[in-house]
C-alpha cells in the first residue's frame, strides 16, 4: 500500500482535491458555501460536477449516489450511471450540477412516522457540501440530507446539521458579548469511539438467533468468561490483527481518522477510536466505518458484530461520543486553561451544558434508546439509565467555590508519583476518568457515554446540541439587556450551579446507593426501557425547544416517537419468534434425542446387569425429560404472548405489552434453554456455545 500519508484520502473528493480540480473563483465560491453558510449557485454547482465526474471516473468510478441516512438506522443508496447516449450511437459521461444537488428516491419504503402515506411517493435528497464525497467500489457516494416532497426531515443528518447552526448561532451571540467580533461559525466536535465483536463465520452461520437478530437469544456462560480481566489491551491475535490492519487501510483510502486499537474487557470484543472532526462529517464517517467494519471482517472469515449486547454474561458494546465546541479559529470554548475559576466565559460554556443536561436529560436518554441498549445500559458494564454529569475534583472545586461566593485556592500542578527515576515527569489532568458516568468531563470536551454500539450517533448529537443551544440563547437574552455584564454574568453562572448541581454525580454510577439518592433525593429521571422514556420525547417542554431551535417540527417529532417505538417492537419481536423456532426446532430435539440415548444406554447396562441401578442415566433422563416439557412450555407461552401483540390498540400499547409481558416470557424459555444445554452432551447441542464463539477466533 505505500505510505499511509501517500493514500490517505484518495478515495475522497476533499479539499486538497477540490483545490487542485476547480477554478480559485469556483473554489472560493463553494468554500464561502461550506464554512459559512453562503447560497451555492448553479453555475459553481456546474463546475464542481464536472471536476468531481472526472476525479471520480479517473479513479474507476461508473455510477454516482446520493448517499443519505434515513430513518432506518443505517444508510441507502441508489445507483446511477454516468453515461447518457451520443448521437453516433455510442455513450457519453455526463453529471450536472442540478443531478449533484438534487435526486429523487422513492420515499414510500421508508420510515415516515405516519408523515406520508403509502402513496405518496416523491421525497428529494439534497447534497451537503460540507460533508466531502466519496467512492465506495465503483461509485461515487455524495452525501445528501433526504426530505419529503411537504420539506419534513425523513433522515437523521436534516435535524443534525440543523441543530449544528442553532448551537452556532446562540454561539456567537454569546461570544459577541466577550468580545469577539471576528468568529464566524461555531462547530461541535465528536470523536465516536466504536466497540464491536468479532466471530467466526463458520459458526455465525450456524447460529439463527446471530443471522436474524445480531444477538445470541441463547447460551449458558462458558467456564471462562471476562473474569481475568485477562483482554483488556491484551496482545491481539494474528487473525485479528489482520482484519484490523486491512480495516484500517480501507478507512485511511475514505479519509477516516482511525486512530486507536485495541482489545476491550469482552473476550472477542474490540474497539476503533478515531481523531475528532466536525460533527457532521463524524457522523458520516461513524456510519461508513459500521459498514466498512463488516465488509473487511467477511474477507478474513469473520462477522462484526454491531449489537449493544450479543452475549449475556460478558460486557455488551457501547459507542463513546467525545463531544467538544471550537469555534472557526480552532479555540476550544470547553477547554478551561489554566486557571478556570478566572475564565468567566469557560464557565459559561460549562455551565451551559451542565443546564443543559439537567434540563433535557430525558432527550439525552431518549437519544439513545433501542432494544438492543435497553440490555446494556445498568448492566454493571455501561453507565446507568439515569443521567448524570461527572466534573473531577478540580472543576467540583470551582464551582463549589463559585456558588458559595467563596474565594478558590486552586492548588499547585500535582506530579505525578511514579517511583521509577527513568520514567518521565508529567502533571496530572484536571481530571480522573470516571468510567461509570454517563456524561463525564475530561479535559476539554464531555464524554457521552450510554450510546449503543449500533447507534447513529446523530441522535445523541442533534439533541445535545439542541439543549445546549437552548442554554445559551437563555443566556444570550439576559446577559443583552444586562445594565452591569460582569455582575450579571457572575450571578447567571452561580445561580446556574445552584439550580443544577442535582445533576452532577462524582462517584460510582454502578452502585444502587446512587441509583437510589439520583431519583428519590435529587429528582433525577431513571428511564430503565425505551417504552419507559421514549413518550416524553412529545412532552411540551421538549417539543418547545426543539420547535423553537427549529431542529424538528412538532409533525417530524411526533414521527420520530412512532418509528422509534415501531423499531423496538419489531426488534423484539423478531427476537421472540427467532426464539420460538430455534427452542422447537432444534433445542427440543437435541435434548430429547440426548434423552434418549442415555435411556437406551442405562437399558443396555440393566440387560448386562439386572442388579444396576443405573441412578446416574435414571437422573440425567428425568431432568433431561423435565427440561424438555419446561421448554415445550416456555415455548407455547412465549408464542401466545406474541401472538397477543396484535391485539394491542395503538403502537405505545404495544411497546408497553413487549416490556411488561414478552421480555418475561423470552426471559423465562431462555432459563430453560439455558440449563438444558448444560446437561446435554456437546456433540447434541445444535448450534456453536458461547465458548466456541468468544474464543473460536485464533
Not at 240 to 251: F, G, I, K, P, S
Not at 459 to 465: E, F, P, R, T, V
Not at 548 to 565: D, H, N, P, T, W
Request: charged share 25%; proline share 4%.
Amino acid at each position: 500500500m505505500g505510505t499511509v500519508s501517500a493514500y490517505f484520502g484518495k478515495l475522497v473528493f476533499d479539499d486538497r482535491v477540490m483545490k487542485a480540480n476547480l477554478s480559485a473563483k469556483v473554489y472560493q465560491s463553494l468554500k464561502k458555501t461550506i464554512d459559512e453558510g453562503a447560497k451555492l449557485d448553479i453555475s459553481v454547482a456546474n463546475a464542481v460536477a464536472t471536476a468531481m465526474k472526472d476525479w471520480a471516473i479517473a479513479n474507476g468510478a461508473t455510477h454516482y449516489t446520493h448517499w443519505f441516512q434515513p430513518l432506518t438506522g443505517i444508510t441507502a443508496e441508489k445507483h446511477d450511471s454516468f453515461i447518457a447516449p451520443s448521437p453516433d450511437g455510442g455513450v457519453i459521461m455526463e453529471f450536472s450540477g442540478k443531478e449533484l444537488i438534487k435526486g429523487e428516491p422513492d420515499a414510500s419504503s421508508f420510515p415516515s412516522g405516519g408523515l406520508r402515506a403509502t402513496f405518496e411517493a416523491r421525497g428529494y435528497t439534497a447534497w451537503d457540501p460540507t460533508s466531502y464525497a466519496f467512492i465506495k467500489g465503483k461509485t461515487l457516494c455524495i452525501p445528501t440530507a433526504f426530505c419529503s416532497y411537504g420539506g419534513e426531515a425523513l433522515d437523521k443528518k436534516t435535524p443534525l446539521l440543523r441543530s449544528m447552526e442553532a448551537l452556532s448561532k446562540q454561539a456567537i451571540r454569546i461570544l459577541r458579548l466577550f468580545g469577539n467580533d471576528t468568529v464566524k461559525c461555531v462547530r461541535t466536535s465528536v470523536g465516536p469511539e466504536q466497540e464491536y465483536f468479532l466471530v467466526d463465520k463458520e459458526m455465525y452461520d450456524q447460529r439463527r438467533d446471530l443471522r436474524f437478530t445480531g444477538r445470541t437469544l441463547f447460551g449458558a456462560k462458558p467456564p471462562k468468561g471476562q473474569e481475568l480481566d485477562d483482554h483488556y489491551f491484551g496482545v491481539i491475535k494474528p487473525r485479528v490483527e489482520a482484519y484490523m490492519q486491512e480495516l484500517n487501510e480501507e478507512l485511511w483510502k475514505l479519509g477516516i481518522l482511525a486512530k486507536t486499537e485495541h482489545n476491550e474487557v469482552a473476550p472477542a470484543q474490540h474497539e476503533l477510536a478515531p481523531i475528532y472532526t466536525t460533527t457532521n462529517i463524524a457522523t458520516d464517517h461513524n456510519q461508513l466505518t459500521m459498514e466498512i467494519m463488516q465488509k473487511v471482517a467477511a474477507k478474513h472469515g469473520l462477522v462484526c458484530l454491531l449489537h449493544e449486547k450479543p452475549f449475556a454474561g460478558v460486557n455488551g458494546s457501547g459507542k463513546h461520543n467525545n463531544w467538544s465546541i471550537s469555534t472557526d479559529a480552532g479555540v476550544n470554548l470547553l477547554s478551561p486553561g489554566e486557571t478556570p475559576y478566572e475564565n468567566a466565559q469557560f464557565l459559561l460554556f460549562l455551565c451551559a451544558v451542565i443546564k443543559a443536561v439537567d434540563d433535557y436529560q430525558d432527550l439525552l436518554r431518549i437519544s439513545v434508546a433501542t432494544a438492543g441498549n435497553d440490555h446494556r445500559l445498568g448492566a454493571n458494564e455501561a453507565p446507568p439509565a439515569v443521567v448524570s454529569i461527572f466534573l473531577g475534583d478540580e472543576l467540583n472545586a470551582v464551582i463549589e467555590a463559585i456558588q458559595k461566593d467563596e474565594p478558590y485556592s486552586a492548588a499547585a500542578k500535582t506530579k505525578m508519583k511514579l517511583g521509577v527515576d527513568v520514567l518521565p515527569k508529567f502533571n496530572r489532568d484536571t481530571t480522573d476518568r470516571n468510567r461509570t458516568s454517563p456524561f463525564a468531563f475530561t479535559g476539554n470536551k464531555f464524554e457521552f457515554r450510554m450510546l449503543g454500539s449500533s447507534n447513529s450517533i446523530a441522535c445523541a448529537n442533534i439533541m445535545l446540541n439542541s439543549a445546549v443551544a437552548e442554554s445559551l440563547r437563555i443566556y444570550a437574552d439576559r446577559l443583552e439587556q444586562a445594565e452591569d455584564f460582569e455582575t450579571t454574568l457572575h450571578e447567571m453562572i452561580r445561580k446556574t450551579i445552584k439550580d443544577h448541581k442535582r445533576i452532577i454525580f462524582n462517584g460510582n454510577g454502578y452502585d444502587d446507593a446512587w441509583i437510589k439518592e439520583a431519583t428519590e433525593q435529587r429528582g433525577l429521571l431513571n428511564y430503565r426501557t425505551t417504552p419507559d422514556c421514549m413518550p416524553h420525547l412529545l412532552d411540551q417542554k421538549n417539543v418547545d425547544m426543539l420547535t423553537s431551535q427549529k431542529v424538528f417540527s412538532e409533525a417530524e417529532l411526533k414521527s420520530r416517537y412512532e418509528i422509534m417505538l415501531d423499531n423496538y417492537c419489531k426488534a423484539v419481536m423478531i427476537e421472540a419468534g427467532t426464539m420460538v423456532d430455534m427452542a422447537r426446532t432444534e433445542i427440543a430435539p437435541a435434548v430429547e434425542s440426548y434423552a434418549l440415548d442415555v435411556a437406551k444406554t442405562a437399558a443396555a447396562k440393566k440387560a448386562l446387569d439386572a442388579g444396576l441401578a443405573c441412578s446416574y442415566e435414571s437422573g440425567l433422563v428425568k431432568k433431561l425429560s423435565t427440561l424438555t416439557d419446561r421448554i415445550a412450555v416456555k415455548t407455547d407461552e412465549l408464542e401466545q404472548a406474541l401472538r397477543s401483540l396484535d391485539s394491542a390498540e395503538n403502537i405505545g400499547a404495544q411497546a408497553n405489552a413487549i416490556r411488561d409481558t414478552l421480555l418475561t416470557k423470552m426471559s423465562e424459555l431462555r432459563a430453560a434453554c439455558d440449563e438444558a444445554e448444560v446437561v446435554t452432551a456437546k456433540k447434541y447441542w445444535p448450534f456453536p456455545t458461547y465458548g466456541d464463539l468468544l474464543f473460536g477466533v485464533k
